[in-house]
């Protein structure tokens, strides 16, 4: 059972625009989100963060917004450049320590 | 910050052979780290979580005697994948908890081909 979704398995935007990545999840009690961003054959880098008590975070051309009501969460990267092009994953955590991953969603960024 | 080494980033074995993965924490300590398993195009999926000292813990579907793990001391892990056959073939991602809920890191992985 997937309690962490990320129904575009891919994207492509061109250098400049705005990428806009999604996440949904089913589990009301995750309580930290994460973003990931994940190169071929290396280990996913940290890239964003927010608590479920917020609804915005932001980190330079980063931010990542949470709808709890609709239990969505989205990250958006602005201006795109074409060195963000990776596989990007989301995640949840619940109580601290289970780690729940999304599917992933493969960004191209368009020189 | 906080770094992971895994090792090591590539192995091809045998079929029938094990093969040992090493994750350590380099300037933290690190009582929790966790393997995860990636498919091609498919999500990490949790495999365990590996306790300082004692039993790993194995989500459903993992077999324990085949992914045997071993958590000695703060800063080491290791995943050893006995009598590995090609169906064993995947990217293996370890990870720790450094500092605060988003302080996870990630080691580099180890892509291992059973042939």
């Known amino acids: 059972d997937q309690q962490v979704k990320q129904n575009s398995p891919s994207l492509s935007v061109q250098e400049g625009r705005i990428s806009i990545l999604n996440c949904d999840y089913t589990?009301?009690?995750?309580?930290?989100f994460l973003w990931y961003k994940k190169y071929p054959a290396e280990g996913p880098t940290f890239l964003i963060s927010?608590?479920?008590?917020?609804d915005k975070n932001e980190d330079g051309r980063f931010t990542v917004f949470l709808n709890k009501s609709a239990k969505h969460l989205s990250l958006h990267i602005v201006p795109s450049q074409p060195g963000d092009s990776a596989v990007y994953f989301c995640?949840?955590?619940?109580?601290?320590?289970?780690?729940?991953f999304g599917t992933g969603t493969s960004l191209t960024v368009i020189p | 910050g906080a770094v992971v080494s895994q090792h090591p980033s590539r192995v091809i074995c045998k079929s029938g052979t094990s093969v040992k993965i090493e994750c350590r924490s380099l300037?933290?300590?690190?009582?929790?780290m966790f393997w995860y398993r990636q498919f091609p195009k498919q999500s990490l999926m949790l495999m365990a979580t590996?306790?300082?000292?004692?039993?790993?813990?194995?989500e459903q579907g993992v077999e324990k005697d085949k992914f045997l793990i071993n958590h000695a001391s703060l800063t080491l892990s290791t995943l050893t994948v006995t009598s590995a056959h090609p169906e064993d073939s995947s990217f293996y991602i370890c990870?720790?908890?450094?500092?605060?809920?988003?302080?996870?890191?990630f080691g580099s992985g180890t892509r291992l081909t059973v042939v």
């Open positions: 589990n009301s009690m995750f309580d930290y």
């Open positions: 990870s720790a908890r450094a500092f605060g809920p988003a302080g996870y890191t």
């Open positions: 590996s306790n300082e000292g004692s039993k790993a813990t194995y």
């Open positions: 927010i608590s479920s008590i917020k």
């Open positions: 995640a949840a955590i619940q109580a601290g320590n289970q780690f729940y």
């Open positions: 300037d933290f300590q690190a009582t929790t």
